[in-house]
């Protein structure tokens, strides 16, 4: 029997706002010399792009799925090694049995697709962290609201479902999983729906923004969201994200306090690049 919709969609939206939580470690301040305004759009880009690639070369799909194979492990093992609450080193050896388990169970499997949801969720993690040390933390967060904007205008407008089904059918070789997108049980999650709660994970923790409330709030965003599901097959599920950093904003602002960012941020903002 298939699993419930509504518990594999449980288990999706639980993980995306436990991204938001996640990330604990602070960035090297070496990564700040990185630092660019134009790392902003990429959360908007990264659905945008993406979408107009395959809708144009549909051979881009292919692409992605092996650039999802390849990139998400060591960022997983990245994750578990120096980001998570508790990280060490020789967590970063669980990458490899994940992979396997992935890799040897059959299709639509419960064990495959909770091995694939994990590392493909760690590999944001990190992807995530990055961004959040590398932009402008305001341009960030308007980032994040554009690509929640961007992706509700692709699924309302029904311009991503060919393009994003075009993705979620290529597959690497040799029954390799598919890590370009994420399932579980009978729901479908993106990769960018991930990424992006990611980014909010690495902002919040830049911030010093208590993040376990943030992903709490972005939970009961998210399953009252997922409530039109009765209504429509498709949503764009960046929207709870925005919707609970929108939240978390509206919270600082009533109780405003001095944020601290780690160490080198001051040195951002005296420096040539843009803030």
């Given at each position: 029997m298939a699993l419930p919709f509504a518990i594999s969609d449980g288990v999706l939206i639980a993980t995306q706002a436990t991204l938001v939580a996640l990330p604990r470690t602070q960035?090297?301040?070496q990564l700040r010399r990185l630092a660019r305004a134009g790392w902003a759009v990429v959360p908007a880009a990264s659905i945008g792009l993406v979408i107009a690639a395959i809708a144009l070369a549909p051979g881009t799909a292919d692409f992605l799925t092996w650039l999802a194979l390849v990139a998400t492990p060591p960022l997983a093992a990245l994750a578990l090694a120096a980001i998570v609450p508790g990280?060490?080193?020789?967590?970063?050896l669980a990458v490899p049995p994940l992979l396997a388990i992935a890799w040897a169970t059959p299709d639509g499997s419960l064990a495959r697709d909770a091995s694939s949801l994990a590392l493909t969720a760690l590999g944001c993690v990190t992807l995530g962290w990055l961004l959040a040390a590398v932009?402008?933390?305001?341009?960030?967060?308007?980032?994040i609201v554009a690509a929640a904007v961007l992706d509700s205008v692709l699924v309302f407008g029904n311009l991503l479902q060919g393009p994003n089904a075009t993705l979620n059918a290529a597959a690497p070789a040799v029954h390799l999983p598919q890590l370009q997108f994420v399932s579980f049980g009978s729901a479908v999650m993106g990769y960018g729906d991930l990424f992006i709660a990611a980014v909010l994970g690495g902002v919040l923790l830049l911030e010093r923004t208590p993040?376990?409330?943030v992903g709490l709030v972005c939970f009961i965003f998210a399953a009252t969201w997922?409530?039109?599901?009765?209504?429509?097959?498709?949503?764009?599920?960046?929207?709870?994200?925005?919707?609970?950093?929108?939240?978390?904003?509206?919270?600082?602002r009533r109780r405003p306090q001095?944020?601290?960012l780690y160490p080198a941020a001051s040195s951002l903002s005296r420096s040539s690049s843009p803030t």
């Open positions: 960035p090297p301040a990280a060490r080193p020789v967590w970063a932009a402008p933390l305001r341009l960030l967060k308007l980032g993040q376990v409330p997922d409530l039109l599901f009765f209504v429509r097959s498709e949503l764009p599920a960046t929207v709870p994200v925005a919707l609970a950093l929108l939240a978390s904003e509206a919270w600082r001095t944020v601290q």
